[in-house]
């Protein structure tokens, strides 16, 4: 085996190793399983190339983006190093050279796409290769738990078991549910070596902002740095293209990125950003791991991101070279409830559902921090010996309040309402709004009604969101976005515990355009709900979602909230093929329950007159199939002689008879007159 410290001299051109690096390359050399968890820009990918060098045999990278791979062989290549890679992005003479390297045994390193791993062509050229070391890149990916799930991660534990070689796997960001994730995909669930080095980019400058005319405060951040290599994330297409715009209007060299663009545009960007100073990219997270500049010198997001984890990810661009760079995070409620509503939205199940939501409150409590980013940040991932003074918080801590009682009175609303409803209406109750809703529930004669008019909505909003930041309270997935209280809520409202509030979240941002809804903001994660349930539907039938209900339609669903098939089929767009295929599904999304469906005479009744008539005549039925003291022969009508009863509605005895017969007449006529009488 070669000395992996020469190699590091005179291939990679480095005189020593960087903090960490050296005792992984040494357990990767030596053919440990291994997992690592180092900081971006900590020097991941030489943890691999380096030991490679050294072993026998080809070193497969999975990683899962092509730029990435390119740029890392090409690298490789100019260090001398025979490197390769197989990606739907090679020309023909490209995979040709490849398979040429492959078949003569001097490939050193072959770097391939998870996708690629589905095809058994793959598989078998592998195990024709000598592969003698499988490496991981952004090993997070495997994890169904994590922010960047990629499917096709799943089959690298086969692989490996297969080919029955070492495996090397490397993230930035991976917590401890997403770490036992991924040694029980990738390792068997067998613990490998762990090296866990820090999450610390220290050179990084971390700020939050709530919105107030957030493209001003882009622009400003911008304007502050103009001329410095850097990238805007936003949370739409369509905002990657106006901000772009803006940008360049305003003299900046800026270009917007997203997955929507023509792939030759999308490649263009890139290579512009990696050989251009000073160009600015407005991108959606597609513009994501294969960012390797090394002199980004700020990142700003100009909408929340899904989760801390991807949060990291994405500033971990800023700064690989070690020198400051600068962030900055625009957040608003309106934000906050996108997020929420894409989970929602989402297949998932109410335990990845509430999982995520979990995750959503602790981005929500970094951007509502009270004290050092740096220590909410890192917090989360398990270190607590930190040091800061590169924050916004630390510059200039906020102005801070005892929100005890607010929160108390908060959490009490809860509780009487039997943690059923969301913030929206919680805080009718707090402020003693007298809404439909509040009186047709009888929450006006709540003690806690009108305990919290000192606060307007907009603040009481702000004091919701900062508890969902302290992780006191969560969505509840079954019960479409009503909120419970978490444990950590419990001292609180017992009286055993206060907590600390930010002021200035509550009283910035009064002014402004809200964001325009389909649905109040309580019917907002039953439109989700019913989003999901459609989505599912279309995706099992292979069709459009709108071919199983319009929004218009799921819009009246969550407003209305029927509880029976009766008002289900009176839904503008329920028709009867679209009740009986899609009833029952609905039903149960809105009710929470499971749904009884009658029998298929009655429910062709369903949503008017003769369904409740029917209803009547089976209640009457039952009372008097055995006779009216219960001890006669039993007599019965089929249901869809009741249903022909209730559609044709006989007027007299001797119409009913000839439906009936006698022997059903007798039992029954009577009864089944006066129903149709009354009707």
Not at 118 to 131: E, G, I, P, S
Not at 235 to 245: D, H, I, M, P, W
Not at 405 to 424: E, M, N, P, Q
Request: contains cysteine; neutral net charge; charged residues 25%.
């Amino acid at each position: 085996m070669l000395d992996a410290t020469d190699l590091l001299s005179d291939i990679f051109g480095f005189d020593a190793f960087r903090p960490g690096q050296a005792e992984i390359v040494d357990a990767v050399c030596a053919g440990q399983n291994t997992l690592a968890i180092m900081p971006t820009g900590g020097g991941k990918s030489l943890c691999f190339q380096l030991p490679a060098l050294c072993r026998d045999g080809l070193t497969v990278v999975i990683s899962p983006l092509i730029a990435l791979m390119r740029d890392q062989v090409r690298a490789l290549k100019a260090a001398g190093v025979s490197a390769g890679c197989l990606t739907s992005g090679n020309t023909e003479e490209e995979s040709d050279a490849v398979f040429a390297a492959l078949r003569e045994g001097h490939l050193k390193l072959l770097y391939l796409a998870p996708e690629r791993l589905a095809k058994t062509a793959t598989q078998d050229m592998l195990r024709r290769a000598n592969v003698t070391m499988i490496a991981v890149d952004e090993a997070h990916c495997v994890s169904q738990w994590g922010h960047d799930f990629r499917p096709d991660y799943l089959r690298i534990g086969q692989l490996r078991k297969s080919l029955d070689v070492p495996l090397s796997a490397f993230t930035a960001t991976a917590d401890e549910e997403t770490r036992a994730e991924i040694v029980t995909r990738l390792f068997d669930g067998v613990q490998p070596t762990t090296f866990l080095h820090g999450f610390d980019r220290p050179n990084l400058h971390l700020a939050f902002q709530a919105k107030d005319s957030p493209r001003k405060q882009i622009l400003e951040f911008a304007n502050a740095r103009r001329g410095q290599s850097g990238i805007v994330y936003c949370g739409t297409r369509a905002k990657t293209e106006s901000l772009a715009r803006a940008l360049a209007e305003d003299g900046h060299s800026a270009c917007h990125y997203h997955g929507g663009m023509d792939p030759e545009l999308r490649r263009e960007v890139e290579a512009r950003f990696s050989r251009e100073d000073g160009l600015v990219v407005v991108a959606t997270i597609a513009f994501g791991m294969g960012v390797d500049k090394p002199d980004v010198r700020w990142v700003a997001h100009a909408d929340l991101p899904k989760t801390i984890e991807g949060y990291y990810q994405e500033i971990g661009r800023a700064g690989r070279d070690g020198a400051p760079a600068d962030t900055l995070t625009l957040y608003s409620a309106d934000d906050i409830r996108f997020r929420r509503q894409q989970i929602d939205e989402g297949l998932a199940d109410a335990e990845r559902k509430g999982a995520d939501h979990a995750r959503l409150n602790a981005l929500l409590g970094l951007a509502e921090a009270l004290e050092c980013r740096r220590h909410a940040l890192l917090g989360y991932f398990g270190e607590t010996d930190i040091t800061c003074g590169k924050c916004d918080l630390c510059d200039s801590p906020p102005k801070t309040f005892d929100g005890t009682v607010h929160v108390r009175k908060a959490l009490s609303a809860i509780l009487r309402t039997d943690a059923w409803f969301g913030a929206g209406h919680l805080i009718d109750i707090l402020r003693g709004q007298m809404t439909d809703k509040v009186q047709q529930r009888g929450h006006d004669q709540l003690p806690t009604f009108g305990v919290g008019d000192d606060l307007d909505k907009r603040e009481w909003g702000a004091v919701f969101r900062q508890m969902q930041g302290h992780d006191l309270i969560r969505p509840n997935p079954d019960r479409h976005g009503a909120l419970f209280m978490t444990d950590k809520a419990r001292p609180i409202l017992k009286d055993e515990a206060t907590i600390t509030l930010r002021r200035d979240t509550i009283t910035k941002g009064r002014s402004g355009p809200r964001v325009r809804t389909l649905v109040s903001e309580e019917d907002a994660p039953l439109l989700s709900a019913l989003k999901a349930k459609r989505r599912a539907f279309a995706e099992a039938q292979g069709v459009p979602a709108y071919i199983i209900f319009n929004d218009k339609t799921l819009i009246e669903m969550a407003e209305k909230r029927p509880a029976s098939l009766d008002e289900f089929a009176r839904i503008s767009g329920v028709g009867a093929k679209k009740l009986q295929n899609y009833g029952k599904g609905f039903l149960e999304v809105i009710t929470g329950a499971e749904a009884d469906v009658p029998h298929p005479a009655r429910r062709k009744l369903a949503g008017g007159n003769a369904g409740a008539v029917y209803d009547q005549l089976m209640e009457a039925q039952n009372r008097l199939k055995n006779g009216e003291g219960g001890f006669d022969k039993p007599v019965s009508c089929s249901a869809s002689l009741l249903a022909k009863i209730a559609e044709t509605r006989p007027r007299d005895h001797a119409a009913m008879t000839r439906l009936l017969g006698d022997r059903r007449a007798d039992r029954f006529a009577d009864a089944f007159l006066a129903i149709l009488s009354d009707a």
